[in-house]
Nanobody, 115 residues
Framework: QVQFVESGGGLVQPGGSLRLSCAAS????????MGWYRQAPGKQRELVAM???????NYVDSVKGRFTISRDNAKISMYLQMDSLKPEDTAVYYC?????????WGQGTQVTVSS
């Protein structure tokens, strides 16, 4: 049974940086295309960035040039480096497969960008 656990969120000022981590519990992780998602208050959950098993990446336009997704298959982990953060990046961030698998949604990690 694969599980994903997100960590690394917090409160940061505009222009600051955070690095999110997603730890997987099963080695089958390495074959999945993975994604980072976020859900802001009152909004639908959206895909922010995705990465294939071979490392190809894609980003939503609003984070291009600011966020970097990566994965370490040896550590069965995935990361999201977030730079130049803006208040509109405030949300709960989740990791999941892409497309998402219902049973893999975790608790997420809260990111708050505020002065």
């Amino acid at each position: 049974q694969v599980q994903f656990v997100e960590s690394g969120g917090g409160l940061v000022q505009p222009g600051g940086s955070l690095r999110l981590s997603c730890a997987a519990s099963g080695s089958i992780f390495i074959i999945y295309t993975m994604g980072w998602y976020r859900q802001a208050p009152g909004k639908q959950r959206e895909l922010v960035a995705m990465i294939t098993s071979s490392g190809s990446t894609n980003y939503v336009d609003s984070v291009k040039g600011r966020f970097t997704i990566s994965r370490d298959n040896a550590k069965i982990s995935m990361y999201l480096q977030m730079d130049s953060l803006k208040p509109e990046d405030t949300a709960v961030y989740y990791c999941n497969t892409n497309p998402p698998t219902l049973k893999f949604w975790g608790q997420g990690t809260q990111v708050t960008v505020s002065s």
